[in-house]
Nanobody, 114 residues
């Protein structure tokens, strides 16, 4: 299983970014996909989740600003991040739990300047 995340970068307060995560080695369409983030000195936290059927959940801290989506044909999950705040600064990881094991992408750094 391989997850390849991309799309991070430096953005100003109020800006937008879209993260992408391509997956291989799994039957992508039937798996729930997740985005986590880890800020410096903090624990990794779940940001958003999308099920195989397209149902989504996002953390309260990003509700109304972040949207998770998926393209099963491209085996890719996205995280659209709008109205970014400095507290969104973190390394963002895509994740899948497959056959009881946690798999992580390499992480992509998002830095929001004030």
């Amino acid at each position: 299983v391989q997850l390849q995340a991309s799309g991070g970068g430096l953005v100003q307060f109020g800006g937008s970014l879209r993260l992408s995560c391509g997956a291989s080695g799994i039957n992508f369409s039937i798996n729930t996909m997740n985005w986590y983030r880890q800020a410096p000195g903090k624990q990794r936290e779940l940001v958003a989740r999308i099920t195989s059927g397209g149902s989504t959940n996002v953390a309260d801290s990003v509700k109304g600003r972040f949207t998770i989506s998926r393209d099963n044909a491209k085996k890719t999950v996205y995280l659209q991040m709008n109205s970014l705040k400095p507290e969104d600064t973190a390394v963002y990881y895509c994740n899948v739990v497959y056959r009881g094991n946690y798999y992580w992408g390499q992480g992509t750094l998002v830095t929001v300047s004030s």
